[in-house]
């Protein structure tokens, strides 16, 4: 744990949200300034600065990140389809140095995104 990382102080319990999803190794929340109907965050427990800083051994957790994303989605309703972002870095929209996906869904999602 990053002991300034807000990420990881909601992961501890220290910030306390509202879970919709967790396990051993992820736990999923609302975002608190969602940009459609369906906005969850799903984090890792285990502290990543980014997508760019996980490595090849990794991928179990990068692979558990997405298959709980698409659950989370089902649980939702979210049939109709959904977006799963990760931003990386700061040109990548990066805002929380902890790696994180976001869902989103409720709505029809344009593109380009942005």
Known sequence: MA???LFCKIASGAIP????????????????NPQAPV????????????LAHTAPEDAGLIG????????????????????????TGN??????????VHLLGGRHMGWPPG
């Open 64 to 87: 558990h990140l997405l298959a709980a994303a698409a659950e989370i989605a089902r649980q939702q309703n979210l049939a109709k389809g959904y977006r799963l972002v990760i931003n």
């Open 17 to 32: 949200v509202t879970r919709l999803y967790e396990d051993e190794q992820l736990l999923a929340f609302p975002d608190i």
């Open 39 to 50: 906005h969850i965050l799903v984090i890792p427990r285990q502290h990543f600065a980014s």
């Open 3 to 5: 002991s300034d990382c």
């Open 91 to 100: 040109d990548g929209g990066q805002t929380v140095e902890h790696l994180h």
